[in-house]
């Protein structure tokens, strides 16, 4: 398990390494084809901004190598926000006074419909706050079943669950699981996370090892900008996806950083990333690892979304909402965070192609299941 490993690796020293980094380092880091963590660390430092043009370039052919010319497009879909935590920097955190709306089966099924109103998708996220008893894995399957018909690709962005849980899943059209671990910070963790099945730290943790152990097809991985130093956090994630690209080889990966947004809990990030940062670190894993799907979600505004299509940014989403049933059944129903693009589908892929660029919207077939 990835608890064992992360053990090992102290944050203060990596903290420490970072800032130490050269501009040597850095150019060694860009020479090299195949990364380690230690050249991923010279690559999101300090030392790395006079490069950020080479990065750049650097970023564009590997993703363009990989990829092509392509942004794969998908859409999520919220069916709960019931939730047992009380992650402080969260509008679905279990002591907010805010209306909790949990889907009906004919309520998923209009929204898929309303969905596919809005444009030819086929990648679906299914999201949900972590609450058990009302969302949880007869809730998840039934769910699936019922988008099954109207969508090719379907992940969840929900809580950890069980290995043989994650199993049963993809028997029933599961393809990918999205997780954040927030902050690989240990010690800082649980004054973000302080109760609920979210404040055990090596459950969510080692929810990576299980989802590779079921099989799953694709594993989103992620940490929360906002919370501890963005560089140390990111560093923590790329040890991580090299042991699970390790230990589940057959498993493809995908890689988000969101910055915070507002919510309703009212929480203020603790560190903030500017847009060149953010550049910055799309380049560097794009550098480290030319294979990983790079996500960017409509908390991003519309212009930098823009400018990173065609640096290393592989897939997008379009037309979110991010309450329950936000597009045709209960849209009063509160965001867990705000929109930045509010832009329609529609507009989105207009760009996308004036960019020279094909947006994609299917990359899996129920054939392959």
Not at 16 to 32: F, G, M, P, Y
Not at 132 to 149: C, F
């Amino acid at each position: 398990m990835f608890s064992e490993i992360l053990e090992k690796i102290d944050w203060d020293e990596t903290t420490r390494r970072i800032a130490s980094k050269t501009n040597n380092d850095v150019i060694r880091a860009l020479r090299k084809e195949r990364l380690e963590p230690d050249d991923f660390m010279a690559l999101i430092s300090p030392a790395a901004e006079p490069h950020l043009e080479e990065m750049a370039r650097l970023s564009m052919k590997y993703t363009q190598e990989r990829f092509g010319k392509t942004i794969s497009m998908y859409i999520p879909l919220y069916l709960s926000n019931a939730c047992t935590n009380f992650c402080v920097y969260c509008g679905f955190n279990h002591n907010n006074n805010i209306k909790r709306t949990t889907l009906t089966d004919e309520q998923i099924e209009t929204e898929c419909k309303a969905i596919r109103a809005l444009g030819p998708f086929e990648n679906l996220l299914i999201v949900t706050g972590e609450h058990p008893a009302v969302a949880g894995v007869d809730y998840l399957e039934n769910a699936l079943k019922i988008a099954r018909p109207y969508f090719n690709n379907l992940s969840i962005e929900v809580m950890p669950l069980k290995a043989e849980d994650y199993y049963r899943l993809t028997k029933s059209g599961l393809n990918g699981v999205v997780c954040f671990q927030e902050t690989y910070h240990k010690a800082r963790y649980n004054v973000y996370h302080p109760k609920g099945m979210k404040s055990i730290f090596e459950w969510r943790l080692n929810g990576f090892d299980r989802m590779g152990q079921a099989g799953v097809h694709k594993i989103g991985m992620g940490v929360l900008i906002g919370l501890e130093d963005w560089r140390t956090d990111v560093t923590m994630m790329a040890y991580h996806l090299r042991y699970l690209q390790k230990h589940y080889w057959k498993t493809r990966y995908s890689v988000n950083f969101p910055r915070m947004r507002p919510s309703e809990s009212g929480f203020q990030p603790n560190v903030t990333m500017s847009d060149k940062e953010l550049a910055q670190l799309t380049f560097a894993f794009r550098i480290f690892d030319h294979d990983v799907d790079i996500s960017y979600s409509t908390r991003e505004n519309p212009t930098f979304r823009a400018h990173m299509m065609k640096l290393g940014v592989t897939s997008m989403s379009a037309g979110s909402k991010t309450e329950p049933g936000g597009y045709a059944s209960t849209p009063e129903a509160l965001e867990q965070f705000h929109v930045s693009d509010e832009r329609s589908p529609k507009a989105v892929t207009e760009e996308i192609k004036q960019l020279g660029y094909e947006a994609v919207w299917k990359d899996w077939d129920k054939i392959f299941d």
